[in-house]
């Protein structure tokens, strides 16, 4: 991969989670496959030194949306990037499990802080990422929330969602709920506020936890918390693209095998119809034929990997390709009518 790619996805991986970072991509013409980074509204990185993006430094720094912009009559594609979403789940109970699966299957990083040892290895048994075993004082201590991160009290005890709830207060976050009978509820709350913790802070307090649907088995529990966090995720456009899995095969962390082959990065930048994803959707196409993230599937998919393979065996130049679902491969696909895609396929080597 050449020095100048790698340095555009290094510099996302090292976004300060504090910062707005935007990222700017030339999507046709002469100067395609250019790119920058703006930093809290300003250009930070360029691809070229004295390039396109430099030359138009005061139009890319005003972009502050996801989207294709035109910029001195070229397309450039910008994308407001978040980070990884992080699910803390304080507790590792019954109800606990089953959120474990579903936020690992909806592309969470997923940790559980727990105290009784016999119970954290059952949430490690359920593909947690990261399991804490110690008190959730000294749990929530090393964990390094943003704005990013979703936090779901579940413990045994009131004594314990207090200590929860008082320590993260004072952190970072997208998301609170806490798990407890309305007594319970109530009971810590009012402790806390004779303490002082801020009355905005509790009032944002989701409980009881998750949406209204009757839940009562611990995964039906499950369905309604991941539900209502999905719900206050997709308020918020960030799109956080770069999961671990593909930012390490890219940079080459962890010792990743990926990092040696040559790759394809496909995004999804323009969608019409019932396309299976979204804009900023993208999977990375490896040199030996598997790829990491998915672009949702079936013949869409297909069709963008295959493109992405022909790439190695042609020179390196990024491209536009469109994708058609008509009406006879959007029924095969599921889907009520049919859909367009636009991809950006570029070869990062």
């Not at 046709?28 to 496959?33: N, P, R, S, T």
């Not at 790759?263 to 969608?271: D, G, L, P, Y």
Request: net charge negative.
């Amino acid at each position: 991969m050449s020095i100048d790619k790698k340095e555009f996805y290094q510099k996302i991986y090292e976004c300060n989670p504090n910062h707005e970072t935007i990222t700017h991509m030339v999507i046709e013409g002469d100067a395609i496959g250019e790119k920058a980074v703006c930093s809290n509204g300003k250009l930070v990185w360029t691809s070229e030194k004295n390039g396109f993006m430099k030359r138009c430094e005061p139009f890319i720094t005003g972009i502050k949306s996801s989207g294709i912009n035109i910029v001195e009559g070229k397309q450039v594609y910008s994308e407001v990037i978040g980070h990884e979403k992080k699910l803390v789940i304080c507790g590792a109970g019954h109800v606990s499990m089953p959120i474990i699966q579903i936020g690992r299957m909806i592309g969470f990083s997923v940790t559980v802080i727990e105290d009784r040892e016999i119970f954290a290895d059952n949430a490690r048994r359920q593909g947690a990422d990261n399991v804490i075993c110690d008190t959730f004082a000294n749990g929530l201590a090393q964990i390094p929330s943003d704005d990013d991160t979703y936090f779901v009290i579940v413990t045994r005890a009131h004594r314990w969602d207090r200590e929860c709830l008082r320590i993260i207060s004072g952190k970072p976050h997208a998301y609170v709920g806490m798990m407890g009978s309305k007594r319970r509820v109530s009971l810590v709350l009012n402790e806390l506020r004779k303490e002082g913790i801020p009355e905005e802070f509790l009032g944002s307090v989701s409980t009881p936890i998750g949406l209204k649907i009757g839940a009562e088995t611990p995964e039906e529990i499950a369905v309604s918390v991941m539900a209502q966090i999905i719900e206050i995720k997709n308020w918020d456009k960030r799109a956080f693209a770069y999961p671990r899995e593909m930012m390490d095969a890219i940079l080459g962390l962890h010792h990743s095998e990926a990092g040696g082959l040559r790759k394809v990065m496909a995004t999804i930048i323009k969608r019409k119809g019932s396309a299976p994803r979204d804009v900023g959707t993208k999977m990375l196409i490896m040199e030996d034929g598997t790829c990491i993230g998915t672009i949702g599937g079936g013949y869409a998919e297909a069709v963008i990997a295959e493109e992405g393979r022909k790439m190695f065996r042609e020179e390196p130049q990024p491209k536009v390709l469109e994708v058609s679902l008509h009406a006879d491969l959007a029924e095969e696909e599921g889907m009520i009518c049919g859909g367009e895609l636009e991809v950006f396929m570029d070869p990062l080597y």
